[in-house]
């Protein structure tokens, strides 16, 4: 499992390498809420495709190695602790705006600017992405009891729907 400290160590190494980066995924939502909420597995990472070689470079020298590669649309570095961090490479446009390429190359999925927001870990202040951008990548699939319960927290906190549409 993905501790704080294991996320915040992440960070650090991807900060002094230079390369931002944007929690998603359930670390995302718990950043959002300020707390810790569950047992994460991995960490899901947006990052800007010109950073790439970096971001991997950094986490290479950590230990990690490449164990799936779906790129254009994302790509997951392991470490032999069991630790996870499922990587996104995004698009960005003047506007602040970013796309992130699907396995459909016609659907492309969207950030806007606004969807850029700041949350907490612990006592950190990190990059994440938004609720109701969370919402949106938690529609169109069957979603597992944890998504059903991340999405009742958003709810709960931000009184955002978060029913399927």
């Known amino acids: 499992?993905?501790?704080?400290?294991?996320?915040?160590?992440?960070?650090?190494?991807?900060?002094?390498?230079?390369?931002?980066?944007v929690i998603a995924g359930g670390w995302g939502i718990d950043a959002l809420l300020g707390e810790e909420t569950r047992e994460h597995r991995d960490l899901d990472l947006l990052h800007v495709?010109?950073?790439?070689?970096?971001?991997?470079?950094?986490?290479?020298?950590?230990?990690?190695?490449e164990t799936l590669d779906w790129r254009p649309a994302r790509f997951v570095l392991s470490h032999?602790?069991?630790?996870?961090?499922?990587?996104?490479?995004l698009e960005?446009?003047?506007?602040?705006?970013?796309l992130q390429s699907s396995l459909d190359p016609a659907e492309p999925f969207r950030y806007?600017?606004?969807?850029?927001?700041?949350?907490?870990?612990?006592?950190?202040?990190?990059?994440?992405?938004?609720?109701?951008?969370?919402v949106r990548f938690h529609q169109g699939y069957e979603p597992a009891e944890r998504d059903v319960l991340d999405m009742a927290r958003l709810k709960?906190?931000?009184?955002?729907?978060?029913?399927?549409?």
């Open 80 to 89: 032999p602790s069991g630790l996870e961090i499922d990587l996104h490479p």
């Open 156 to 165: 709960g906190r931000f009184g955002i729907d978060t029913a399927a549409r």
């Open 1 to 21: 499992m993905m501790s704080r400290n294991d996320v915040l160590t992440i960070l650090a190494l991807l900060r002094g390498a230079g390369a931002g980066v």
């Open 92 to 98: 960005f446009a003047p506007d602040g705006s970013a």
């Open 112 to 134: 806007p600017a606004s969807c850029f927001v700041t949350g907490t870990i612990g006592t950190t202040t990190v990059r994440c992405i938004s609720a109701e951008q969370q």
């Open 49 to 65: 495709r010109e950073q790439e070689p970096v971001v991997v470079e950094a986490l290479v020298s950590a230990g990690y190695t």
